[in-house]
């Protein structure tokens, strides 16, 4: 008897196909990626919030002024982890393929969340400063919030797919 047929281990992905946890575990891949997707949203979301505050509630800066800054700030770590912890990509970039539709992506929230902050900050302004502040912060999570499924699947379906992988295949016969 063959010590192949008494092993538990599962057999190899063949070569150029997806990482073998999407192979072999076909639910679990999608939940890694949206519990890393998760993660990365709330780095992303972490780093432009302390920059929002830092210009908001320390400098005095304006609201809507200030959130374009810290969505600038936020969107740089946000495509980093996404394209390489989360969906694995390696390589070079891709301008028109991944970095302007991210950036779209990104700066439409941007719009949408500096809209909810210019009307918080308008309604708030007789607040106390540090309420008015939270408000501001907490119209721009709602606005991103909105958003989040909605680029988890523009991300996942459209531009990191799976076929889609960077790089040259493994197997140059294998399909992308």
Not at 36 to 54: C, E, H, K, N, P
Request: hydrophobic fraction near 45%; glycine fraction near 10%; avoid cysteine.
């Amino acid at each position: 008897m063959s010590t192949a047929v008494l092993s538990r281990t599962p057999p190899s992905p063949p070569t150029g196909s997806p990482l073998p946890e999407e192979s072999l575990l076909p639910g679990r891949s999608t939940l890694h990626r949206l519990v890393r997707y998760t993660g990365v949203s709330a780095v992303a979301t972490a780093t432009s919030l302390v920059v929002l505050f830092l210009l908001v509630g320390v400098a005095g800066l304006p609201a809507t002024w200030s959130n374009v800054a810290a969505t600038a700030v936020g969107t740089v770590p946000s495509f980093e982890l996404n394209r390489r912890w989360v969906w694995q990509r390696r390589g070079r970039r891709s301008l028109l393929g991944q970095i302007v539709p991210f950036t779209t992506l990104s700066f439409t929230g941007l719009l949408l969340s500096t809209w909810a902050v210019g009307v918080v900050s308008g309604r708030t302004s007789g607040w106390g400063h540090w309420a008015h502040t939270l408000a501001v912060e907490f119209a721009n999570v709602a606005a991103y919030g909105s958003l989040w499924v909605v680029q988890y699947l523009v991300l996942d379906r459209l531009l990191f797919r799976n076929g889609d992988r960077d790089g040259p295949s493994p197997n140059p016969g294998a399909p992308k």
